[in-house]
Nanobody
Framework: QVLLVESGGGLVQAGGSLRLSCAAS????????IGWFRQAPGKEREFVAS????????FTANSVKGRFTISRDNAKNTVDLQMNTLKPEDTAVYYC????????????WGQGTQVTVAS
């Protein structure tokens, strides 16, 4: 079982930055992958980025590559999403999720945090 709690969302002007944090608790994370997803009103949920807890390998969606960076802090058990040069189309509810490798689906989800980018 993994418990995930997101924080750091809010309202920002276009071109600004926000840093989201996902606090994870529960069993050992040695074979866990943490992902960030987002869902805008009327749109399907979209993958943003992921990081393997052990080793730290990352994968970032093309839509945010170069602007968003995912990282982890093993000591704090957190996974952060640094979002720079934000655009109005980045407005969405952002969720972190976890899965145990090599599972295909993310089975554990946080409650989400709202990010609003004003033009």
């Amino acid at each position: 079982q993994v418990l995930l709690v997101e924080s750091g969302g809010g309202l920002v002007q276009a071109g600004g930055s926000l840093r989201l944090s996902c606090a994870a608790s529960g069993r050992s994370f040695s074979n866990v992958k943490i992902g960030w997803f987002r869902q805008a009103p009327g749109k399907e949920r979209e993958f943003v980025a992921s990081i393997r807890w052990s080793g730290g390998s990352t994968f970032t969606a093309n839509s945010v590559k170069g602007r968003f960076t995912i990282s982890r802090d093993n000591a704090k058990n957190t996974v952060d999403l640094q979002m720079n040069t934000l655009k109005p189309e980045d407005t969405a509810v952002y969720y972190c999720a976890a899965k145990f490798v090599p599972a295909t689906n993310y089975d554990y989800w946080g409650q989400g945090t709202q990010v609003t980018v004003a033009s």
